[in-house]
């Protein structure tokens, strides 16, 4: 009787596999955020929030670009996944300011909407 080992993955290998999982989800998230900023009730009504919004789109744009680099980076096993793991708590960090930054965004828009109703014409 012949035994079989079964390849259990290091513990390296393991945390690149969780890595690129958070990292996946983290781009569904940006990009449902970018859907979202693309809804109509997110159109801006002032230059001010056009600015706001076009710096949003950019920010997450630029996220979206990083956490793809990143991702494929560690599927094609480049460098070490140590040097990847502060990247990806900078990109987490900068999707939480963003994400923070476009639910203060679309507060604003929304009470802008209320304003623009209650100007008499």
Same mark, same amino acid.
């Given at each position: 009787?012949?035994?079989?080992?079964?390849?259990?993955?290091?513990?390296?290998?393991?945390?690149?596999?969780? %890595?690129?999982?958070?990292?996946?989800?983290?781009?569904?998230? /940006?990009? #449902?955020?970018?859907? =979202?900023? &693309?809804?109509?009730?997110?159109?801006?009504?002032?230059?001010?929030?056009?600015?706001?919004?076009?710096?949003?789109?950019?920010?997450?744009?630029?996220?979206?670009?990083?956490?793809?680099?990143?991702?494929?980076? %560690?599927?094609?096993?480049?460098?070490?996944?140590?040097?990847? /793991?502060? #990247?990806?708590?900078? =990109?987490? &960090?900068?999707?939480?300011?963003?994400?923070?930054?476009?639910?203060?965004?679309?507060?604003?828009?929304?009470?802008?909407?209320?304003?623009?109703?209650?100007?008499?014409?």
């Amino acid at each position: 009787m012949t035994t079989t080992k079964k390849h259990q993955p290091s513990v390296r290998e393991t945390d690149k596999n969780v %890595l690129v999982l958070r990292l996946e989800l983290n781009q569904k998230d /940006v990009k #449902r955020l970018r859907s =979202q900023l &693309s809804s109509y009730r997110c159109e801006p009504t002032t230059y001010s929030l056009f600015e706001r919004i076009e710096s949003l789109r950019n920010g997450l744009d630029n996220l979206s670009k990083t956490n793809s680099e990143i991702i494929r980076s %560690l599927k094609e096993k480049k460098k070490k996944v140590d040097y990847y /793991v502060e #990247r990806a708590k900078y =990109q987490f &960090s900068e999707f939480n300011n963003l994400h923070s930054s476009i639910e203060d965004y679309i507060q604003r828009a929304i009470e802008g909407e209320r304003y623009q109703d209650h100007i008499p014409t």
